[in-house]
């Protein structure tokens, strides 16, 4: 149990619109994979096989991180809340899977404060590394 609690609110614009996540606010402290700019953009996961496949070792994985907790979970969206252990500030992590496309979105974004000091992209990379080792 974190020492702190900083979660925040759960932001009300999480999951996709229009085939699309959140864009990131202008905080350091957020990565998208459909994000435009290089400070926030981070590329897209891709899989072979099919999306059901995908997304199960997507879930294996991010059920296997630490301090991790599955929010939702559709056939081509999950939703995970990442909670650092010592302050309890917690960041939200999307991966959407569109429609024959063998790629994932990721979106990884702090609640509150503006800089993360490169959490998200380390947890968003490593996402990628563990998610590889399984297929």
Known sequence: MPIFSFSGQRPKTLGITDGKLAACPDSPNCVSSQASDTAHHVAAMTYGGSSAEAL???KQVIEAM????LITE???YLHAE?????MG???DL?????PEKSIIHIRSASRLGQSDLGANRTRVEE???RFNQLN
Do not use: M, N
């Open 56 to 58: 199960a070792k997507l």
């Open 66 to 69: 630490e301090e991790t907790h």
């Open 74 to 76: 559709t056939d081509d």
């Open 82 to 86: 990442f909670t650092s252990k010592l």
């Open 89 to 91: 500030f917690v960041d």
């Open 94 to 98: 999307e991966c959407y899977l569109p």
């Open 127 to 129: 996402l990628r590394k």
